[in-house]
């Protein structure tokens, strides 16, 4: 029997196990049942893979999502493995085939969706197969209180009423503790061993701005990215379109995606992403679930989300390969007000707890210390050090006492009646006599020019900082007013402090994540044409390039420049059928970039 190092090797072409996946594979292997929460990309599918290759039987693989299952299927078979699913995508004559293929023991893993496993028919013949292991994947869709909540996960107890001696492993990237103890007891596995992985994701880099001008910062982003996968989160279906629109006019391969065009063209526009044929996907939420892309460089939230949960999984989409990755987020005053409007629910608790939630995420949006930790302390789990990779470890706030400042923005938000937006009353606070200024004669208003010593961007600065502390609130209805909160009188009347944060002056420009590993003008045209090599062998069989091999396997071709097939085999991710694939056709582009 092949011992689970030597499948990681062999049929994989990784050196070593990371994080607890030795210790969970074991326990499978040896029969017992385990609960896995780790992050997304974290590697939880080889945590039951290895285990179904090293028991005998098929490893049967529940998951609910079409797209991740035929992807996954992809890439085993890519490695040599004996995989296959079943799910509504198939014809009867296929279906039929595969199952035919599972009776005469032939396959490793089989994939297959809720509804399916539940049939009389598929129980029957699960009750005629070896069956090595049952793989519960995105477990927390058994939780009614979850956002993707599947009534047939309810059933899935049937697995260990009628097959108790054949080990289970759920796994999920949900870390809550009531959503882990719903998995457990709706499954039935009450002693299984519950491994929690560590929830940071340090190849991710978190960056947050107040939204300025957000179409050019959104493009000179995206431009500095040229050539690398993205993803650009806008709130409306509306704003999708006219970002994708903007991206495309400014000469950005990106298309939109969103619940309001039809599935064909989301299939598409999902498709020429998956196959490097476009750079961007502009979405609102609607994507994401259920796309495996690992080298996504960068996920830009150009309106801020809704929650931790929701920015959490949706920069969780960024880096899966584990390259370096981008989490940009702008954010303004208008963004956290409208965001407050939307919660207005007529149900006082939902209410209270989504308040919450937002405060939460101000919390973290408006942090001065490390955001990795605030990120990681929401999910309960503490980091020692500050990272060192978010924009507060590289670009430090520098923090001063603004009451002063909070005290100008708040008399000139009072002086003019608390009817006007952020535009007028920074026009009065800096002095600028324009004709509504004039008209309402706040010209001569004691307040009017005492912001001189700053220019209007530092003073937007100011007062989205004031709306964030919860001193100052916008007036959706009456058009965007602003107005004093009752926090704001202490403050008004000198009894309380305010402290607020400078404006960062820089705009940190960064280079394309590969030349972080390859800084050297021939690796990166050695790389571009291994790319190209990809992209024409994934195109010959209808794959996405990074089933062929991943960007690690192509970075570390340019570091080692294997001229033989045994060095080729030392690469990251080469396992046996990779290296007799495809290991000719990549040594020889090695080959001829030498020296
Ligand atoms: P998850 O299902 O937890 O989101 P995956 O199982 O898709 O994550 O793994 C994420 C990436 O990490 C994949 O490209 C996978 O091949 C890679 N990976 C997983 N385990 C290892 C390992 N031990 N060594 C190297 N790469 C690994
Ligand atoms: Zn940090």
């Known amino acids: 029997m092949s011992t689970p190092l030597s499948v990681l090797r062999d049929v994989f072409g990784y050196e070593s196990f990371r994080g607890d996946q030795a210790r969970i594979i074991d326990r499978v292997v040896a029969g017992q049942n385990a609960i896995v929460l780790m992050p997304t990309g974290g590697g939880k599918s080889l945590c039951y893979q290895i285990p179904a290759l090293c028991r005998d039987g098929v490893g049967v693989v529940v ?43 032939a396959l490793d893993l089989l994939y297959v969706a809720p509804e399916r496993l539940l049939t009389d028919q598929f129980l029957g013949l699960l009750g005629e197969l070896q069956i090595a292991l049952f793989a519960i994947d995105e477990a927390h869709c058994v939780s009614q209180w979850g956002h993707d909540f599947r009534p047939e996960y309810m059933q899935l107890q049937v697995l260990q009423e009628r097959f108790p001696r054949v080990p289970k492993i759920a796994l999920t990237a949900t870390a809550d503790g009531p959503t882990r103890r719903e998995i457990q007891t709706r499954l039935y596995l009450d002693d299984a061993e519950v491994f929690v992985g560590s929830f940071d994701r340090p190849n991710i880099r978190y960056w947050v701005r107040p939204k300025e001008t957000a179409r050019s910062q959104l493009k000179e982003f995206v431009k500095s990215r040229a050539g690398e996968s993205g993803i650009v989160y806008c709130l409306s279906r509306k704003r999708v379109e006219e970002v994708a629109r903007f991206l495309s006019d400014a000469g950005v391969r990106a298309v939109p995606y969103h619940a309001g065009l039809s599935s064909s063209v989301r299939e598409k526009h999902q498709m020429q992403f998956v196959r490097d044929e476009v750079d961007v996907v502009v979405a609102t939420v609607a994507f994401g679930m259920g796309i495996d892309k690992p080298d996504v460089r960068y996920v830009f939230h150009y309106d801020p989300p809704k929650s931790i949960e929701a920015y959490y999984q949706e920069t969780g989409r960024a880096g899966r390969d584990g390259l370096p990755a981008d989490a940009e987020l702008l954010f303004s005053t208008a963004d956290i007000a409208r965001n407050r409007q939307l919660l207005m629910s007529d149900d006082a608790d939902r209410a209270r707890v989504d308040h919450k939630k937002l405060d939460a995420l101000l919390g973290y949006l408006e942090t001065a210390t490390c955001r990795r930790k605030v990120l990681l302390a929401y999910f309960g789990q503490t980091l020692d050090e500050d990272c060192g990779n978010c924009d507060t470890c590289l670009e430090p706030k520098v923090t001063y006492d603004g009451t002063v400042e909070a005290q100008k923005v708040m008399s000139a938000i009072a002086r003019t009646g608390q009817m006007f937006g952020q535009a007028h009353v920074i026009d009065v606070l800096v002095g600028k006599a324009t004709d509504k200024v004039k ?3 706040h010209d001569q208003l004691p307040t009017f020019g005492v912001g001189q010593d700053r220019p209007a961007k530092s003073w937007r600065h100011v007062i989205r900082q004031l709306v964030a502390q919860g001193l100052v609130v916008v007036d959706v209805e009456g058009y965007g007013a602003l107005k004093l909160s009752g926090a704001a009188r202490p ?40 790319r190209k090599l990809r992209k024409e062998l994934a195109d010959a069989q209808g794959m996405p390039p990074y089933v062929v091999f991943p960007d690690k396997t192509l970075i570390d071709l340019c570091q080692r420049r294997p001229t033989s097939l045994a060095e080729m085999s030392e690469v990251h991710g080469v396992g046996q059928v990779k290296l007799d694939r495809y290991g000719e056709a990549f040594v020889d582009v090695v080959r001829s970039h030498a020296g």
């Open 491 to 530: 403050v008004l009347q000198g009894e309380r402090a305010v402290e607020l944060c400078e404006m960062r002056k820089t705009v940190s420009k960064k280079k394309r994540a590969v030349a972080d590993s390859l800084d050297d003008e021939a690796d990166l045209a050695l790389f571009e044409a291994l």
């Open 63 to 105: 998951s609910p999502l079409i797209a991740l299952m035929q992807d996954q299927v992809a890439a085993l078979t890519a490695a040599g493995v004996q995989a296959a699913f079943l799910n509504s995508s198939l014809s009867f004559d296929e279906a039929r085939g595969v199952i035919q293929q599972a009776r005469r023991g």
């Open 439 to 441: 008209s309402k004669a």
